[in-house]
């Protein structure tokens, strides 16, 4: 799961830079509020990487997710690419616990398959 979500996470950090940019263009907030704003979501993207496996990582994700969709009150297209990357986002969720479930059963069944055999696991 670490891998998918990771990855979803890296590719939010960079359309979180890129609305950023646009937001600058399109809006009539300072540019220092705008790149505080992008600045923690782009921060937050990267530290949820390395905190995924730890309790709370996966629902602090889904509030990034909602911080995302709600960014498109400032940059309306990120209505879109919010909703894009939510969907991402539980793909990477739920297909990732099944792969990391395969893994464990498969590994499981090595070491069952080692023992039968007479080696040591």
């Not at 099944?98 to 040591?120: L, M, T, V």
């Amino acid at each position: 799961m670490r891998t998918l979500c990771a990855s979803t996470l890296i590719g939010e950090f960079f359309v979180i830079g890129f609305a950023g940019l646009v937001a600058t263009q399109m809006t009539g907030l300072s540019e220092v509020t705008i790149w505080t704003v992008s600045g923690i979501g782009m921060l937050l993207s990267l530290l949820l990487c390395g905190m995924l496996t730890r309790p709370g990582g996966v629902q602090l994700g889904w509030a990034l997710q909602a911080a995302l969709i709600a960014a498109g009150f400032v940059v309306p297209t990120m209505f879109f690419l919010g909703a894009v990357f939510a969907a991402l986002w539980w793909a990477s969720v739920h297909f990732g616990r099944k792969i990391d479930e395969a893994k464990a059963r498969w590994a499981a069944q090595s070491e069952a398959a080692g023992e039968a055999a007479g080696r040591p696991a």
